[in-house]
């Protein structure tokens, strides 16, 4: 094989808590398909960062054509001819297709010819084989033609590295076939591409050689020809569990919610699962799998638009958050910082934000000294550690943020809780405490759901575990049956195990 | 249909909707008021749309960013009176030399602007209103209120608002309006065919984009408030020459009358889409209905303003319905046209290669 063209050696990166990075290799060379896999939170994107100059690594240095290079932002790696592709297209939707291929180009004269860049467009799409009318606002094209258009920009900056960060993500099977096609042309014409996807056997169809990352570390860098599925996902997921919370067997209360084929289109459908009291519901998948939609559908922040909801027995619809509360249902979000928390607010505030009638005296005023009572409880029951109850949230750590939002919603008396995501982006310590709570919610009777990406978490934590993927059900798994490997291999969609939902 | 659906792009088609609604109300108060389209009403007209059309110019380049610049109207005030007393203590100064004066003391203001918005990452609606404060307060201290009176000026400039390129019967073409047409095509042009001119579209459309595409989005956005402070100086000429007297007050409000025009004029203000010819319709437009409204005994003068600010939402409400359904077929069109005439396609594209 010829000389590598990027050779990222010794990469190592951290952030705060968390090592992203640890001691990666990896080289490309020109004309291959390199397929980038892990879990969520392996590290894919860190690297794929630094890259493209986003992040800087802690250590270790980058080769470009053997010469070591130092990539600062998104302009140098364009220059060097790294170019990244994402799922999202960064597409400029008022503008048509030729100038969004050309937009960034700084080579083509002082004056704009329209005719001479449509021309030349054309003759960039024709050599990738595709076929689009340039004039066209990029606006109207499908996901798959705006990432067509991506590709012919990258081809026409001369890019030698091609970063594809999950390109089929949003799209159909034959779709994804003709991105392949695309794929494939590039490599033929010496272009080294840097795959990362999800779904393997997609993955594996396309690629050359695999390397497989697991929480920072490079587990395996192999031929394609030297691997199978079953291999691959070994390597993703092969790691301890000892560290996590370890679940008694339940207390199945009576039936709370079922859920029956609840749908939202082109979001989540055939949704089906029953929560009861006592008991913990996990909600696992890869990033793309609309878990939290399923969440937000039964908040009613983006309520679902089919199936049916019924509660103690009896039908309901949830068409806003207000409602759900009212039904008691409780929701904490996934991303404290945007939808959670007021972060320049005090945690008295924070906590008793979503049920403020409560504290409302005759004429309507906020009653501070029941408000603060209140606060003050959640702090001794949950332990949040901060100087005062007065203290503004944005202060506070990650998990004391956590517990803040936790004690928001427990202050509903929900007889439901949907906990999405909230173990991320906090310390061990913090995650084994919230871990706690959450088996004392449900021992005390609460029904729980819980959305993690955190696979060990969700499958150490759930009594029952339903796997989505691409906003389909996979299957539901009970806490004896689900392995890691099962749930991986339903959530990468293998095989389709549809199981009869456990009653 | 389809040949249709290519001839016209959306923006082209709401241009062409301006335009009617124009014809629309000339017939309207035609119909209502005795003798109301003459010759001397379309002078009128002529004149008095020039200052607000070439601040809208300006103001396309900002919005087409995402961006506002709100302190149009105290860059007119400013400029009116630096150039209106230069001109009064060296009525030497040739004419084109007082519009460069203008020119470069607008610029000189929307450099702050631009500088503080693109580098210093101030939100535009804040700076610009902070500016909007600051420029006119400098008037106030600087001029110790003392006005410039059309005494103090010299003849040409007084004159200048009058002068005609030539007349057809007795409707004229004014130098003034000349300038603003020139202004208006100088800036299509750009829009359309420097780099620049796309790259304006291209952040207002996508800014996460822009900020990763290996452009300079600074810079361009910087250029924008420069340009739209310049315009804003030369409308502060025309300003001057139109009035003569310049307070303190000169040129408040024009911000606002800017925005509406290119508001009206289909310039969205989520950016990347307008041009500066719908812009110049939309001031036309607005202008137009402000003087008509005028001369109609039928409604109250406290009717009018409530009449533009509907005017103003029928085309926000317009530009989010008819056009964006209007881009959404003619994307659709777009898609069939690729996808159901695959040979014409593969003809053209060897044909090309």
Same mark, same amino acid.
């Given at each position: ?197 999800? +779904? ?167 009653? +501070? ?135 | ?52 059309? !070439? ?19 105290? !860059? ?52 610009? !209103? ?224």
């Amino acid at each position: 094989m010829s000389t590598a063209i990027l050779e990222m050696k010794h990469i190592s990166k951290r952030f705060d808590m968390t090592q992203a990075l640890d001691d990666v290799s990896l080289d490309l060379y020109p004309g291959e398909i390199h397929a980038l896999v892990g879990e969520n939170g392996a590290g894919k994107s860190t690297l794929i960062k630094i890259t493209t100059g986003v992040y800087r690594p802690d250590q270790g240095e980058i080769l470009f054509d053997s010469k070591p290079v130092q990539i600062n932002n998104s302009q140098e790696a364009q220059a060097l001819g790294i170019a990244a592709i994402y799922q999202e297209p960064m597409i400029y939707p008022d503008l048509n297709v030729a100038e969004n291929i050309f937009i960034s180009h700084q080579d083509r004269g002082p004056i704009v010819r329209w005719g001479k860049m449509y021309k030349d467009a054309e003759a960039i799409l024709a050599k990738l084989d595709v076929k689009l009318d340039v004039r066209m606002a990029a606006r109207g094209l499908t996901l798959a033609a705006q990432q067509a258009v991506e590709i012919a920009k990258a081809i026409s900056l001369n890019v030698r590295v091609l970063i594809m960060d999950e390109p089929t993500a949003s799209l159909s099977a034959h779709e994804v076939a003709q991105l392949f096609t695309l794929v494939r042309s590039l490599r033929s014409q010496g272009v080294a591409i840097l795959f990362i996807g999800h +779904r393997l056997e997609e993955v594996l169809s396309v690629t050359d050689r695999v390397t497989v990352l697991r929480d920072g570390k490079r587990i395996s860098s192999r031929l394609r020809e030297e691997v199978t599925i079953e291999k691959v996902i070994r390597d993703m997921v092969g790691r301890e569990v000892s560290d996590f919370f370890s679940k008694g067997p339940a207390n199945r209360g009576e039936l709370l919610m079922s859920v029956r084929n609840l749908g939202k289109k082109d979001v989540f459908q055939g949704i089906t699962f029953d929560a009861y009291r006592g008991e913990v519901l996990g909600f696992a998948g890869l990033i793309g799998s609309h878990r939290t939609d399923v969440g937000l559908a039964l908040f009613g922040v983006e309520p679902a638009d089919s199936g049916e909801i019924l509660i103690e027995g009896k039908p309901c619809k949830i068409r806003s958050p207000q409602e759900a509360l009212r039904l008691g249902i409780a929701y904490s979000t996934e991303d404290r910082r945007k939808l959670g928390l007021n972060m320049p607010m005090s945690i008295t505030s924070n906590i008793s934000l979503a049920m403020l009638s409560r504290y409302l005296n005759r004429l309507g005023l906020i009653q +501070r000294r029941a408000e603060v009572a209140t606060a003050e409880e959640f702090r001794r029951r949950l332990t949040i550690r901060s100087s005062s109850i007065t203290t503004a949230v944005e202060q506070l750590s990650g998990g004391n943020q956590q517990k803040v939002m936790l004690s928001k919603w427990l202050n509903a008396d929900p007889k439901l809780l949907i906990l999405d995501e909230p173990t991320r982006g906090i310390d061990v310590g913090a995650k084994a405490e919230v871990h706690h709570m959450i088996n004392d919610l449900a021992a005390q009777g609460m029904a729980v759901i819980l959305i993690s990406s955190d696979l060990p978490e969700v499958l150490a934590m759930s009594d029952r575990l339903v796997v989505m993927r691409e906003g389909r059900q996979m299957g539901v798994f009970d806490h004896a049956d689900a392995t890691e490997e099962k749930v991986m291999t339903a959530a990468m969609g293998q095989v389709t195990i549809q199981q009869e939902v456990a009653r | 249909m389809n040949t249709l659906v290519r001839r016209f792009r959306p923006e082209q088609i709401r241009e062409l909707f301006l335009v009617f609604l124009i014809l629309v109300i000339v017939v309207f108060f035609s119909v209502q008021i005795e003798g109301y389209f003459n010759a001397r009403f379309a002078n009128r007209l002529s004149t008095s749309v020039v200052v607000v059309a !070439i601040l809208a110019v300006g103001q396309t380049l900002v919005f087409l960013t995402r961006n506002f610049d709100l302190s149009v109207g105290s !860059i007119v005030g400013v400029t009116a009176y630096l150039v209106g007393q230069t001109l009064w203590h060296h009525p030497e100064i040739p004419p084109l030399g007082a519009v460069a004066l203008a020119i470069g003391i607008g610029m000189l203001m929307g450099s702050i602007n631009g500088l503080l918005v693109a580098y210093g990452r101030v939100p535009s609606i804040i700076t610009t !209103i902070a500016t909007l404060a600051i420029y006119r307060s400098f008037l106030v201290e600087y001029s110790h209120a003392v006005p410039i009176t059309t005494n103090n000026l010299p003849d040409w400039i007084v004159e200048l608002p009058a002068g005609k390129l030539f007349a057809v019967g007795q409707v004229e073409f004014r130098v003034l309006f000349a300038l603003l047409l020139l202004v208006v095509v100088v800036f299509q042009l750009v829009l359309n065919r420097l780099p620049f001119g796309r790259r304006l579209y291209a952040i207002g459309s996508n800014p996460d984009a822009a900020r990763v595409a290996g452009f300079p989005a600074q810079r361009i956005v910087f250029t924008a408030f420069l340009l739209s402070g310049g315009l804003a100086g030369l409308a502060g000429f025309v300003f001057l020459s139109r009035f003569g007297n310049i307070s303190v007050l000169a040129g408040v409000g024009l911000e606002f009358a800017s925005i509406a025009a290119v508001v009206v004029g289909g310039v969205s203000n989520n950016g990347g889409s307008g041009t500066v010819f719908g812009a110049f319709l939309g001031a036309l437009l607005i202008d137009l209905l402000e003087n008509s409204l005028f001369r109609w005994q039928a409604i109250s003068e406290f009717w009018r303003d409530a009449i533009l600010g509907m005017l103003i939402l029928l085309a926000v409400a317009i530009d989010h319905v008819v056009i964006g359904r209007l881009r959404i077929a003619w994307a659709r069109a777009g898609l069939q046209m690729t996808t159901k005439e695959p040979d014409e396609q593969t003809e053209e594209v060897t044909h090309v290669g």
